[in-house]
């Protein structure tokens, strides 16, 4: 049953729109990144035991694992727009009371919301498939992904030259306030460019959650999706996690060379998402890619134990990141067409929120096994994870039976052959 929730002709999406929401993304990964690399010093700040500073980092996690569904959910009811208002300035509000926290309960608490409010990837993924066509979407994505990987290595840079430890608690406070600010920008920006995506359409009413779920595992090619989101993504997560203990066990590493190293991975990343993957997508298939960029990162994975030197791990590093590039924006392409279109946001939510299960479930895995196997052992086991990984993205992406979808403008697509080789 459905609700038509405008019955004035659709308005054109503005040019503005796609950079505003790609700024969005950037402004929640540099908050996040800025944060990220000064929160042991600033939960130590508080004197906080070693068991705090570890929960300060999950309740961020924690928060997005449960704002990303529910905000995808809501926004497919009431629209992408304040949505998307709502939770940039809930995460503008609470980097500044993280700025002015008054201990270590308080800031767990505002760190739980915050990464709440920053769980709007969902949304953000909804939007551009609700106004992109589906052979376009995969290109569309990977811009996306390009804005959270240009965040990440620029967050870290600017949280640690304006940070000042030596001050204490206070000396957190002007990256805090910078990243509320920047989020202020983007609330700015959205009230004044963004236009309604899901005024295009007739919008349903929202089906029961547990019920979603459920249609989701029926779904041939949501629930294959769903397991390359958890595989892959926590065999990536592992690696990531203990990257900086293998590299210091095997090589005495710095944390300034696993800093360096990243962000050369980083900057591989962002350029494939800009100028490859949607080409290549579009080139060669969904399929070819998905299966090829999990194919690239699994044999890096378990070539990188058999590293002599620096130049080969940050290559290895690199390459992997390169089929990471390629590979994921055509998960959220492939979803965005295989589900109700009408209920895009509450299926690219679970998926998010499987990603955030993987951040959670990932590293725990690489710490058992790098310190009871060995300290190679993360590897193997990333590759193992992603193994499987490969034949349900092929699957997903080659299914024959995925139903015909509309595109954005209401236009009839079979979606049947999309991707297949």
């Not at 949505?83 to 995460?91: A, D, R």
């Not at 993924?125 to 965040?151: C, F, H």
């Not at 791990?313 to 990471?324: D, K, N």
């Not at 699957?395 to 139903?403: D, L, P």
Request: charged share 10%; hydrophobic share 50%.
């Amino acid at each position: 049953m459905t609700t038509d929730i405008t019955a004035s002709p659709p308005e054109p999406v503005s040019a503005a729109a796609l950079p505003t929401l790609l700024s969005v993304m950037f402004i929640n990964l540099l908050g996040f990144g800025i944060i990220v690399p000064l929160l042991p010093f600033y939960a130590e700040s508080f004197r906080a035991p070693p068991w705090q500073v570890a929960l300060i980092f999950s309740a961020y996690a924690i928060g997005a694992f449960f704002g990303e569904p529910f905000w995808g959910r809501l926004s497919d009811t009431v629209g992408r727009k304040p949505i998307l208002i709502s939770t940039v300035t809930g995460n503008c509000l609470c980097y500044l009371a993280l700025a002015f926290a008054p201990n270590i309960y308080v800031a767990f608490f505002v760190r739980l919301l915050g990464g709440m409010a920053s769980g709007n990837g969902a949304v953000i993924q909804g939007y551009i498939a609700d106004v992109t066509p589906p052979d376009e979407r995969t290109g569309k994505m990977s811009w996306l992904g390009a804005a959270y990987n240009v965040g990440f290595i620029v967050g870290p840079a600017v949280g640690g030259l304006l940070a000042n430890p030596a001050a204490g608690h206070d000396g957190f406070r002007t990256p805090l306030l910078i990243a509320s600010s920047l989020s202020g920008i983007c609330v700015i920006g959205l009230i004044t460019f963004l236009k309604e995506s899901r005024s295009r359409r007739r919008i349903g009413n929202r089906p029961n959650r547990w019920a979603v779920i459920a249609d989701a595992f029926r779904n041939p090619v949501v629930w294959r999706l769903f397991m390359v989101t958890l595989l892959a993504g926590s065999a990536f997560n592992g690696i990531e996690s203990v990257f900086g203990l293998w590299t210091h066990a095997r090589f005495n590493w710095s944390p300034y060379d696993v800093g360096l190293a990243f962000a050369v991975t980083g900057i591989v990343a962002a350029v494939c998402q800009i100028f490859i993957a949607g080409p290549a997508s579009k080139k060669y298939g969904e399929a070819r890619m998905l299966a090829f960029g999990m194919l690239l990162t699994t044999l890096c994975a378990s070539l990188q134990p058999f590293s002599y030197g620096s130049v080969m791990i940050v290559t290895l590093l690199s390459i992997s990141a390169f089929g990471q590039s390629v590979a994921w924006p055509n998960v959220s392409a492939l979803l965005s067409r295989s589900v109700d279109i009408d209920h895009q946001g509450q299926y690219l939510g679970l998926n998010n929120a499987v990603g955030g299960l993987a951040r959670l479930v990932g590293p725990q895995i690489a710490a058992i096994t790098f310190s009871v196997i060995s300290v190679d052992a993360p590897f193997f086991s990333a590759g193992a994870m992603v193994l499987p990984a490969i034949f349900f993205a092929w699957y997903a992406a080659t299914h024959k039976s995925r139903r015909s979808l509309s595109d954005p403008m209401g236009t009839p697509t079979l979606s049947d052959n999309d991707g297949a080789p």
